[in-house]
Each structure stands twice: as C-alpha cells, then as structure tokens.
Nanobody
Framework: QVQFVESGGGLVQPGGALRISCAPP????????LGWYRQAPGKQRELVAG???????NYADSVTGRFTSSRDITKNTVYLKMNRLKPEDTAVYYC?????????WGQGTQVTVSA
C-alpha cells in the first residue's frame, strides 16, 4: 500500500502563508498523478490541487491564484504553497494518488487559519 506522509501544517493568521509537504515513504514517486485534498470539519473531502508526473498542475477554483503545487525530485517531495490563507482554508490536508489502486489515506496535516 502507498501511504503518503504529510507535514508542515500549523496555525496561521488570515492572509498568511504556509507550505506543506508530501512524501511517499520508502520509495521514489510513481508514475501516477498526485492530488492534494482537504477535509474541513463537517464537510466532505475535496480536491484542491493536482500535479502530474511531468509537474503539470491544476487547482480548484477556490484556491486558484493562492495555492501552488510543485515537485522537488532530488528530495522526493511534493509541496503545496498556500498564500493569502482564509479561514475557509482550515482543514486537514492530504496528498494521494487518485489513480493508484494501492494508495490509501494518511494522517494528513492540520492547517488552521484563525486570527
């Protein structure tokens, strides 16, 4: 099973920025695309960003222009840079490979946006 490890979350004031990281323990990133997801209290999990093996990215309308996903091949890590954070961005953030039948959800990393 492929379970990613997310890290870098924390408490941020509205308008602030945060970068969270995603790593696949024990292996190099696979051929699959990777997605960033979040789940806020009382809401379903949603896709907020995607990045392909070739580093082509796409974003949900709610985060377009504020979030940026990137890869660092040398560190075997994918990042999600979050700028101009809003209270509505408060959620547990996860990374996963939506097309990989062996993937599973990890613990996620908590991002809290509050004054």
């Amino acid at each position: 099973q492929v379970q990613f490890v997310e890290s870098g979350g924390g408490l941020v004031q509205p308008g602030g920025a945060l970068r969270i990281s995603c790593a696949p323990p024990g292996r190099i990133f696979s051929i699959y695309n990777l997605g960033w997801y979040r789940q806020a209290p009382g809401k379903q999990r949603e896709l907020v960003a995607g990045i392909t093996r070739s580093s082509i990215t796409n974003y949900a309308d709610s985060v377009t222009g504020r979030f940026t996903s990137s890869r660092d091949i040398t560190k075997n890590t994918v990042y999600l840079k979050m700028n101009r954070l809003k209270p509505e961005d408060t959620a547990v953030y996860y990374c996963n490979e939506p097309d990989n039948p062996c993937s599973s959800w990890g613990q996620g990393t908590q991002v809290t946006v509050s004054a």
